[in-house]
């Protein structure tokens, strides 16, 4: 076969991270309790209440959605109650992310992030002929942004986007606010001709950031540049309905309604996503148990002799291993599958059930004593 595949994107193979039939599945940071049966119930009821106008097309502008979406942050965040023309959502927050990639990225054009990071950012970049440029965090096991590598950085490639994970994937490392107040100073005018750069807050695991830990979003009304991201994936154990969203300042949002394709939020979508915000704070008490067995999981890979990254995530960095494939695939092979994934010689796992958890740390000590 011979076909007109763009030369930038011959020899890759599609991003995704195995999906096994396992018993233990701790490799994708998802919500590991399933959806309580009241919010199964409410989805459901508002599905089936949509479900005969399926003839026609969602609401495009969502503005339902964009408002329940502003209330729960003023909520979460403890900031001010944001108008809807500041929200705005996709499929997922990789949707989300292409959005913003579209609408600022392209050629002749550059992103630049601190890493290690998302593995996702350099395909969202590749995808919309964006060049990728990385700046190296701090080493192992603090994983802290370098501030004046990135500045530096900032003059050498007067990128269009900085995108900052925080709580960081894979490290699981949060960004304080004094240093994204700096980066958002630091990224005006460093744009192309002169623009600001984009400053993407991508804050996917937020609300399980530690207690005291602020989120971005209070500095949204400083910084005309800024972007928090967010994601009904995890905290909401909604990574099924594929519901990712942002703030930022309406003008910007109105730049993102550039691209995006029409009615590119189903209906349906739109009914999962507000029957999941009624019931926010239901969903939250579980966020508070997957915290306390993160924060639990880390005592125990420690006391086992393991170097752990602290973590305001649903998941943990942990090290060092001679070969990390090796231990993953000895773990795999006894029904555990966790992720290879970030700096050599470390692992990712995702902080399951208490059960999910002991039955990691047993298996982990069988196929790795120390």
């Not at 990390?324 to 399951?352: K, N």
């Amino acid at each position: 076969m011979r076909l007109p595949l763009r030369p930038e994107l011959a020899g890759f193979e599609p991003y995704g991270a195995p999906q096994l039939d396992v018993p233990i599945c701790l490799n994708v940071n998802e919500n590991p309790y399933p959806l309580p049966s009241a919010v199964v119930a409410d989805i459901a009821q508002q599905v089936a209440a949509i479900a005969s106008g399926l003839n026609r097309y969602p609401d495009r502008e969502f503005i339902k959605l964009r408002t329940a979406l502003a209330r729960y942050l003023a909520a979460e965040a403890g900031i001010a109650c944001l108008p809807p023309e500041r929200l705005w959502a996709g499929n997922g927050s990789n949707e989300i992310m292409l959005h913003l990639f579209q609408a600022f990225g392209g050629p002749d054009r550059t992103a630049l992030t601190c890493a290690p990071s998302y593995s996702m950012y350099p395909e969202y970049a590749r995808n919309t002929n964006t060049a990728w440029a990385t700046v190296a965090r701090t080493p192992a096991p603090d994983f802290d942004l370098d501030l004046d590598a990135t500045f530096e950085a900032l003059t050498t490639y007067q990128p269009a986007l900085l995108v900052i994970a925080s709580p960081n994937n894979p490290t699981g490392t949060a960004t304080n606010n004094e240093q994204i107040r700096a980066l958002a100073e630091a990224t005006r005018g460093t744009g192309p001709q002169g623009a600001d750069t984009v400053l993407v807050v991508d804050e996917a695991y937020a609300e399980f950031r530690r207690s005291g830990t602020p989120s971005a979003l209070e500095l949204l009304d400083e910084f005309e540049h800024l972007v928090v991201t967010r994601t009904m994936s995890k905290a909401f154990g909604c990574a099924g309905a594929r519901i990712g969203y942002l703030a930022a300042d309406a003008r910007l949002v109105d730049m993102l309604r550039i691209v995006r394709l029409p009615y590119h939020l189903s209906a349906v979508t739109q009914a999962v996503a507000l029957a999941a915000l009624s019931h926010a704070d239901e969903l939250q008490a579980q966020v508070s148990a997957l915290r306390a067995e993160r924060d639990a999981l880390a005592v125990a890979l420690a006391n086992s002799g393991y170097e752990v990254a602290s973590s305001d995530a649903n998941f943990l960095l942990f090290g060092t291993f001679a070969d990390r494939h090796e231990v993953w695939q000895r773990l795999l092979d006894r029904g555990v599958l966790i992720r290879e994934t970030g700096p050599d010689g470390w692992l990712r796992v995702s902080v399951g059930t208490p059960a999910e958890t002991r039955t990691f740390l047993a298996t982990l000590r069988e196929v790795d004593p120390r």
